[in-house]
């Protein structure tokens, strides 16, 4: 009996274990757009996100990014913020925009670990922050724990 006992925790210890984890990154990823930009409302649109549907090398994943905006004096976009939900640190860069920019448009590339959720926010301005994601496939990660 006492085996059986000890088995059935072990078991329901080993099927907690994914839950645990995706709340803790749930949690970073919280912390990480809260530090970004505050408790400001978002919303969602404005943004095209140009990344591929599946990742083969999670180290190398090409990552576009163009931002409606006028990019005048009054209104322009400040800031552009890109997350990996799932990535050991959520917060995979920030880019800093000035008016003199003809277009709101980075391109880089960016690590991934595993599949997962990228989320892109840009800030303006005038205060307005926007927000676009995507689900990517990654083949293999690109990060270390």
């Known amino acids: 009996m006492g085996v059986l006992m000890i088995a059935r925790r072990t078991c329901l210890t080993l099927l907690a274990l994914p839950f645990a984890a995706t709340a ?43 931002v409606e905006s006028p990019m005048t004096a009054q209104d322009h976009i400040t800031a552009i913020h890109v997350f990996a939900a799932r990535n050991p640190t959520p917060g995979v860069a920030t880019f800093r925009l000035t008016p003199m920019l003809a277009r709101a448009e980075v391109q880089t590339r960016i690590r991934l670990a595993e599949d997962q959720r990228l989320i892109v926010l840009a800030e303006t301005s005038t205060g307005r922050v926007m927000r676009t994601s995507a689900e990517l496939r990654v083949g293999a990660g690109g990060c270390l724990s």
């Open 24 to 66: 803790r990154a749930n949690d970073a990823l919280d912390t990480a757009l809260r530090d970004a930009v505050g408790d400001r409302p978002v919303t969602d649109g404005g943004i095209l996100l140009r990344v591929p549907a599946l990742a083969e090398n999670g180290g190398q994943v090409p990552l576009g990014i163009v």
